[in-house]
């Protein structure tokens, strides 16, 4: 019975820790022992030490003798690399997407985002953005880039997208902060990309996820 649970608790121990990155409960270089873990979780040190050899693997942490753990670091590498990954798989997935998403899935995305700049612009005059809407405007940002790659629906690519998505919202997370102006921005970019596949133009997207992707890594940096 052990082991047939086994791996359904590992599983539930990687997406404990990637919820508390998400909610920065865990936070980037942070050193935090198996025992702390587990008492984050509330799940057993067997399924923390179950999940030790693929956090490291994935590159999300690394481990250091007597128990230790080191969340990833958050430098100009990381970025630079993760910046690097995104654009590649993006330019291609977003290609592909142009031509097969259906235009139900396209429309509701549209609203989506254009919701969310309603609701931005409403909150403006203030210069600050409430956390609900810092919630709902995040997951509407991500299910974009998501649906792009799910549609190519090869798990390979799936799976490495994710980790690498990890990586990048603990790099937005650590470097940037959310205005109602910054996520109007985002959510502009998001509005040309759409309209390019909207018109069923692969190289137009292109150039609109090249955009925004560029203008993501530079909104990290700061510039």
């Not at 979780?41 to 923390?48: F, R, S």
């Not at 031509?99 to 005059?125: R, W, Y």
């Not at 880039?145 to 997208?161: M, P, R, S, V």
């Not at 205005?179 to 509005?191: D, F, G, Q, R, Y």
């Amino acid at each position: 019975m052990r082991e047939k649970n086994a791996p359904k608790l590992s599983q539930k121990a990687y997406e404990s820790f990637t919820y508390h990155l998400s909610v920065r409960a865990l936070r980037a270089g942070q050193l935090i022992s198996q025992r702390e873990l587990v008492s984050l979780t509330g799940l057993p040190l067997g399924a923390i030490r179950e999940l030790i050899p693929r956090l490291e693997a994935e590159g999300l942490i690394h481990t250091i003798p007597q128990r230790w753990i080191c969340i990833v670091e958050v430098d100009s590498k990381l970025v630079k690399h993760a910046f690097e990954f995104r654009l590649f798989m993006e330019i291609q997935a977003v290609k592909y997407f142009t031509k097969h998403a259906s235009d139900n899935l396209v429309g509701k995305l549209l609203n989506e985002t254009k919701g969310i700049i309603t609701l931005c612009e409403l909150e403006g005059s203030s210069n600050i953005i409430s956390s609900s809407l810092i919630v709902d405007a995040q997951t509407v940002d991500w299910k974009l880039h998501e649906h792009i790659i799910k549609t190519l629906n090869n798990k390979i690519i799936i799976d490495a997208y994710r980790v690498n998505a990890i990586k990048i919202r603990l790099i937005k997370l650590e470097q940037t902060s959310l205005t109602p102006a910054n996520v109007i921005s985002t959510m502009n970019e998001h509005l040309d990309i759409i309209h390019a596949v909207q018109l069923r133009d692969p190289s137009a997207a292109e150039r609109e996820i090249v955009k925004h992707i560029e203008n993501a890594r530079l909104r990290v940096l700061g510039n």
